[in-house]
């Protein structure tokens, strides 16, 4: 059982964006201001916009969902329209390697279709997951901005559609155009925060860490179902793990307690969150192990 005063959700999810857990600005303000809880409707929102494009015909289809998705919007519809023709999709194979660490970073990527991850490994050798994006998301934005190395290894998880485009072709564009060049600069400060976010959840324990980084997954790639708020991401978890800072041991162990505890519910690869406040809760709450 959650031991101490319940917390209200939309109270905890703000702490957790004051700490750099919950980076999306649209959800915390979700919160403060509807129920059900917030990221469901932010899940539904997110999701809902992004996926409409995918049904499109190629060309216009790309175009909307650059511009209502993406730092694009930004740009006039001429020099989207210029970037689009100087840019190309790539389709990538779950397992393919989308870019490598230490390669000269000359493209910015923007995932269209699918879902990738972005990783590193410890001296050790152990695989240390940064970030799961998906549609909309971009990666690659440091390399393109300072024109050094890649900074991580980019993993298709799935069947995944690449838009890539050239500094040389970006960045005049950019510079023309303050406001998607602060766009750039915010999805960095957002990427950063999360980031320290973990570095910071690795001193907690095992329990807080694991609800942290479930809600972090939720609000970034959860939709509403009937049974609550769906994952949209399938992941091992050894992936999870590796995201967490956790074994697959621990990770399994964790996911069983709480579904004992109904807070959440496994569909194959998929994680379904069916108490938000619980976990909210719990990853507010020092947890010592008996």
């Keep these: 059982m959650v031991s101490g005063e319940r917390r209200d959700t939309k109270n905890v999810l703000d702490n957790l964006q004051c700490e750099g857990v919950v980076t999306d600005r649209k959800a915390v303000e979700t919160c403060k201001t509807s129920d059900p809880p917030a990221s469901q409707k932010v899940g539904v929102k997110k999701h809902a916009v992004r996926r409409t494009a995918d049904h499109l015909p190629a060309g216009e289809g790309l175009r909307l969902f650059l511009k209502h998705n993406t730092f694009f919007g930004s740009l006039s519809d001429n020099a989207l329209d210029a970037l689009i023709h100087r840019g190309h999709i790539k389709k990538f194979a779950a397992g393919d390697f989308i870019c490598r660490r230490q390669e000269r970073g000359d493209t910015l990527m923007v995932i269209v279709t699918g ?5 590193s490994n410890s001296v050790d050798g152990k695989e240390i997951v940064l970030n799961f994006l998906g549609p909309g998301d971009t990666t690659g ?19 995944s559609e690449v838009f890539l485009v050239h500094s040389r072709d970006l960045l005049p564009l950019l510079i023309a155009h303050p406001q998607a060049l602060l766009e750039v600069v915010q999805v960095l400060c957002e990427k950063l925060r999360a980031a320290s976010a973990i570095i910071e959840d690795s001193s907690l324990d095992v329990r807080r860490r694991t609800a942290r980084g479930l809600l972090r997954l939720a609000l970034q790639h959860g939709r509403t179902s009937k049974e609550g708020v769906r994952v949209d991401l399938k992941v091992s978890q050894s992936e999870l793990g590796g995201y967490l800072g956790l074994s697959r041991e621990n990770v399994n162990r964790q996911l069983c307690q709480l579904r004992h505890a109904n807070v959440l519910k496994n569909t ?14 719990i990853a507010e709450t020092t947890w010592t192990e008996q």
Excluded at 271 to 276: G, L, S
């Design 115 to 119: 879902r990738i991850k972005v990783m």
């Design 141 to 159: 934005e440091i390399a393109v901005l300072d024109g050094k190395q890649r900074t991580a290894d980019v993993i298709a998880l799935e069947k």
């Design 268 to 281: 194959g690869t998929h994680i379904i969150v069916t108490d938000e406040a619980a976990l909210c809760e």
